[in-house]
């Protein structure tokens, strides 16, 4: 029998020791990453009014939820949204936090999906993807919204991967994932999810018809033969797709209409191929990713040249150019595309812009350039990026001068000029000393990622701006027709009134002539005793009464106070010029204001506007 020895006598490599926790620092990297990107979505959620596509959806599910709501049923265009709503509605009440907070949190998860692919992308390039889009504007709006748009990127990042882990392992499982993705893309998600499916089958296709144009003699991942997709488990996949749509769609058969959902999304569908929405331009989507990701597209498209010339070209960045090419086309053809449908083109951007950053990030320098090299000249090009755009924005200010291009109006400050070709001077002055010291690739991978960094610190501000602070300036070229946040105070006025004339619970009588699938029927969601009339002879006597502004001296058969709400506001953007297109862009600064695109008045009765009844009930 061994005999027993103190601890301290026993060798340092026979000792059995605690497995110790190590953190690696990619794990810190993207914890920072996920808090800041967490609150970035969630802070001042609630502050920010519903606009008319989210309204109709939460009062479909809110309706529901709450049958004494006054309103007819509405059948929702996203399945998956109305299922959420239903859920946060029933556990924290109706409000613009309950409708936006599961999407923000899958927006937080979009962000984070690249991780799925680490073994195809390698660890680098995944946490670049990452960053772009945590710092992406686009990303931060969309996340910010009720856009079941979320979803559907969602789906497809999931498909993706069961696709490639079906083609490495050949396990049902992965393809009964990749086809459930694929069947909540087409009836689950949102209108245009069918055309999302049809853009990655054609960029699959493409990625086939370049493998067999191109001469390669290796490949880090072959595409997989015909044969075995040809063996995929349609028999299996296919009825658990068919049931997945049905149970989700009815609410696990707690709301069994719910399955007419189905059929109002496939029908939205095919109206966006022809009908546009109100206020918004041809290809909307097309130019509010080029409005807010110019650089993401300057390096795309660069990326796109490289893959298509490079002869060594992994088969996934091939995809990603499919994807982008077939995405962006999808954005040109179909009409009923909004801000939020910009995803289409920026996540493929994103995945390609990771190719060229990556490069620059880890591309090889010169055996006697330290390594910190790069980084010190990519913090100096960025301060100095931020130089420029401090004087670029004055410069800005100083060209909107008229309505008319005249240039003998404008006086712009010398000083401005002076800043910015300083800025520029220095940058080639820093770029030839560089260049002697380290390296010429040195000095251009530097230069390029601070140019980078500066676009992805300015891009979460300009989408907070979207998201929070220009929510209801219709001169945020993101929303063309925005909720006025004087809704806001619409429902704070009617809530008070609730409070003094029926103790606070909402039995207040209200007659009100607009849409009952609209804004102003979201506010009005709590008062069940709400009657939505067709003409203002129907409201003659009553107590509180909402009409639209174009009737200014209704006859209401009586006294009443009236005060004007704007709902949306609206501005046309086609009064910029070449001279105000500047500070339009760089500051949202214009010669002309918003105007209310619709506002109603609300009438309350003198009696009640005067506080008699609560008085006399004292």
């Given amino acids: 029998m061994d005999s027993i020895q103190p601890f301290e006598n026993v060798r340092t490599t026979e000792r059995l020791l605690p497995r110790q926790l190590v953190v690696r620092g990619e794990l810190v990297v993207y914890l920072l990453v996920g808090l800041l990107a967490l609150v970035l979505r969630v802070a001042q959620l609630d502050v920010v009014p519903l606009n008319t596509q989210e309204a ?77 889009l945590a710092f992406s504007p686009t990303m931060l709006a969309v996340g910010r919204m009720d856009s079941p748009v979320v979803w559907t990127f969602l789906c497809v990042v999931i498909g993706l991967w069961g696709v490639w882990k079906y083609h490495l392992h050949g396990l049902t499982r992965y393809s009964l994932l990749a ?20 853009a990655l089958i054609l960029a699959g296709l493409f990625l086939v018809w370049m ?58 569908s095919l ?101 910190w090299s790069r980084w010190l000249i990519a913090l100096i090009v960025a301060a100095l990026s931020a130089m420029i755009s401090v004087h670029a924005q004055a410069v800005a200010r100083s060209l909107m001068t008229t309505p ?19 800025a520029i001077l220095l940058i080639l002055i820093g770029y030839f000393l560089a260049s002697s010291e380290w390296g010429e690739g040195t000095s251009i991978r530097g230069g390029v990622l601070g140019v980078v960094a500066f676009a992805m610190i300015t891009g979460l501000g300009v989408g907070w701006q979207i998201a929070v602070n220009n929510s209801d300036n219709a001169v945020e070229f993101w929303s063309r027709n925005p909720t006025s946040n004087r809704t806001i105070q619409l429902r704070q006025t009617i809530l008070e009134l609730a409070d003094r004339e029926t103790s606070g619970f909402p039995e207040l009588a209200i007659s009100a002539m607009v849409p009952d699938d609209g804004i102003v029927a979201w506010v009005l ?18 107590s509180v009464v909402i009409l639209p502004s174009t009737f200014a001296e209704p006859d209401l058969g009586g006294a009443y106070v009236g005060q004007v709400v704007s709902v949306t506001n609206g501005w046309d953007f086609r009064t910029v010029n070449i001279l105000n297109f500047p500070a339009w862009w760089l500051q949202r600064r214009t010669l002309t204001t918003t105007l209310p695109n619709d506002a109603v008045t609300l009438w309350l009765r003198q009696d009640i506007y005067n506080g008699v009844n609560s008085v006399l009930t004292q």
Wanted: hydrophobic content about 55%; aromatic content about 12%; proline content about 7%.
């Fill in 404 to 422: 008319a291009i005249d240039l003998q109006q404008v006086n712009i400050n010398p000083q401005n000029l002076i800043g910015i070709v300083i």
């Fill in 56 to 132: 109709r959806q939460a009062l479909a599910a809110w309706r529901v939820v709450y049958p004494e709501a006054a309103g007819t049923v509405i059948v929702p265009e996203s399945p998956i949204g109305f299922a959420i709503h239903y859920l946060t509605f029933s556990v924290l009440g109706s409000s613009e936090f309950s409708t936006r907070i599961v999407t923000a949190l899958a927006s937080l998860l979009l962000v984070f999906s690249p991780l799925l692919f680490s073994a195809l992308f390698g660890k680098t390039r995944v946490l670049i993807m990452v960053f772009l």
């Fill in 211 to 268: 493998r067999r144009n191109t001469v390669e003699e290796s490949e880090p991942l072959a595409i997989p033969p015909v044969g075995k997709w040809s063996a995929w488990p349609w028999g299996k996949t296919l009825p658990v797709a068919l049931l997945s749509i049905f149970l989700v769609s009815t609410l696990f058969m707690l709301y069994p209409a719910g399955v007419s959902s189905v059929g109002e999304l496939l029908g939205a």
């Fill in 179 to 198: 086809t459930v993705a694929a069947a909540a893309i087409i009836f689950l998600t949102e209108p245009t999810g069918l055309f999302v499916v049809l």
């Fill in 525 to 542: 969601r709590d008062f069940p005793n709400t009657t939505f009339i067709a003409d203002p002879t129907a409201a003659r006597g009553q």
């Fill in 271 to 371: 109206r966006g191929l022809t009908t546009p929405r109100p206020y918004l331009p041809p290809f909307f989507a097309v130019l509010t990713t080029l409005y807010y990701e110019p650089l993401l597209v300057i390096i795309g498209i660069v990326a796109s040249f490289v893959v298509i010339t490079g002869d060594e070209i992994s088969w996934e960045d091939r995809f990603l150019l499919g994807w982008l090419i077939f995405g962006t086309a999808l954005a040109f053809l179909y009409a009923g595309t909004g801000a939020e449908h910009a995803l289409w083109m920026v996540i493929p951007l994103v995945g390609l812009s990771s190719r060229i950053i990556t490069n620059l990030v880890v591309g090889g320098e010169r055996y006697f350039a330290p390594r």
